[in-house]
């Protein structure tokens, strides 16, 4: 009964532990996927958002052509269509090749012509000056929602600049809309790994800085365009040290990061339920290979104890005593055999 059990039981062990093993690693493959695919899409969505503002912008830097109109009256026009057709636009600014501020058209301040404040040193103008569109550093307009400044150079390259102020609502409304089970979130830092982008808004307000994290620095590292820590980052923590599985994408051309990331209990959660199961099913199924065992061991031993008693009884001379063995085997011709000598 014992080698039969083990048998049994190895046998079992063995098969369990090999789909546990496989089923692990096919669940752990799945998951990466799922999370480098919600980053990539969340990375794609934001980066044609900024990139069709920039272009928005670019289109309303065309000087006029009627000699009629003055350019700074066309630009004003053009800005009023931008504000309406780009609500996350709030302010533009036309900064001429001095680094003067020739025109100001807001949602929020007023407009304003011939202004000529000096932005010679504003980081967007010095940038975009050269041809490049800038895309700004984050910062709070009321430490309500995040901003960001775009810069891009005037069609007519004679070193004009055009300055939006953007509200980047759009992003935060992006990653809150990412879920991975219960509990998965999304959030996006920029270069230097500060909190751009939360489901909890008051950790981007405090301008939470996530570099220290695992993942994240590897991220920054590497520069890398997509990947996954499930493999390779198996030490990634949220900033409550609670061990995650996260994924990452890159957001051109801004250069930040959204990751999408899930803790590794409630990843691993139906792993440990599929373990369960295949422990209990391993225990009935030994639990059953006793049972026959034992039926086994006794329909085997009863016969030969039978046996046992009978020939001691035929061998102390009593030679009237018959062996009744009914086990239709080689036990039963025996038992017979015995019969057949006594008699």
Do not use: C
Not at 109 to 131: C, E, T, V, Y
Not at 143 to 149: F, H, I, V
């Amino acid at each position: 009964a014992a080698l039969i059990v083990g048998l049994a039981g190895v046998a079992l062990l063995v098969s369990g532990a090999i789909e546990i093993y496989f089923s692990h690693r096919q669940h752990r493959a799945t998951l990466a996927e799922i999370q480098r695919d919600k980053a990539a899409a969340a990375a794609s969505s934001v980066s044609r958002y900024v990139e069709d503002l920039a272009h928005q912008i670019s289109e309303a830097t065309t000087p006029a052509l009627d000699t009629e109109v003055s350019d700074l009256e066309k630009r004003r026009i053009d800005y009023l269509g931008l504000l309406r057709l780009g609500p996350a636009i709030t302010t533009l600014r036309f900064v001429d090749p001095h680094a003067l501020e020739r025109l100001q058209v807001s949602r929020m301040d007023a407009d304003r012509m011939n202004g000529k404040a000096d932005l010679s040193r504003d980081p967007g103008f010095i940038a975009a000056r050269d041809g490049r569109i800038h895309f700004g550093a984050i910062y709070f307009f009321e430490q309500t929602e995040p901003y960001m400044s775009i810069a891009v150079p005037d069609t007519s390259g004679d070193g004009a600049v055009t300055l939006a102020e953007v509200n980047l609502k759009f992003i935060w409304v992006v990653v809150t809309e990412i879920k991975v089970g219960k509990q998965g979130y999304a959030y996006v830092v920029d270069a230097r790994g500060r909190l751009v982008a939360h489901p909890d808004i008051h950790r981007v307000l405090q301008m939470t800085d996530l570099s220290g994290l695992p993942q994240v620095r590897a991220a920054l590292a590497q520069r890398d365009v997509i990947g996954a820590s499930l493999d390779s980052l198996e030490s990634a923590v949220d900033p409550q040290g609670q061990p995650v599985f996260a994924a990452h994408a890159r957001i051109n051309p801004l250069g930040w990061y959204v990751f999408v990331e899930q803790p590794r209990s409630e990843a691993l959660a139906p792993l440990y339920a599929s373990l369960s199961r295949h422990t209990i099913l391993l225990l009935l199924a030994l639990g059953l290979a006793l049972l026959a065992s034992l039926l086994l061991a006794r329909s085997m031993v009863s016969p030969i104890r039978e046996l046992q008693s009978g020939a001691q009884k035929i061998g102390a001379g009593n030679l009237g005593h018959r062996i009744h063995v009914e086990s239709g085997d080689e036990l039963q011709d025996l038992a017979q055999a015995f019969n057949t000598m006594a008699a």
